[in-house]
Nanobody, 114 residues
Framework: VQLQASGGGLVQPGGSLRLSCAAPGSTSNSYDMGWYRQAPGNKRELVAGISSSGSTLYDDSVKGRFTISRDSAKDTVYPQMNSLKPEDTAVYYC?????????WGKGTLVTVSS
């Protein structure tokens, strides 16, 4: 299954965006899910993760600004991204954490610029 993130766009610095990603089977399989991003010229990096039990982890670069959540009934994972900075500009993807269980989708582009 290839996951497709959605909800990206152009936002001004200080603005907010909420992305979403439907991950079929993520709840029934108790997958730990994560949001990744890849900025131009950089490697893809994990920025937020949520376990099947709801525990969360964040990269220091987004801690206090991003909140990851999941809707088990919809098998969907969300990051609420607040206080966005130009350095948050990247293509955002979702997938499982540690062991990849889905194919990477195209991701969704978030551009933070005035």
């Amino acid at each position: 299954v290839q996951l497709q993130a959605s909800g990206g766009g152009l936002v001004q610095p200080g603005g907010s965006l909420r992305l979403s990603c439907a991950a079929p089977g993520s709840t029934s399989n108790s997958y730990d899910m994560g949001w990744y991003r890849q900025a131009p010229g950089n490697k893809r990096e994990l920025v937020a993760g949520i376990s099947s039990s709801g525990s969360t982890l964040y990269d220091d670069s987004v801690k206090g600004r991003f909140t990851i959540s999941r809707d088990s009934a919809k098998d969907t994972v969300y990051p609420q991204m607040n206080s966005l900075k130009p350095e948050d500009t990247a293509v955002y993807y979702c997938n499982t954490v540690n062991v990849l269980m889905y194919y990477w989708g195209k991701g969704t582009l978030v551009t933070v610029s005035s």
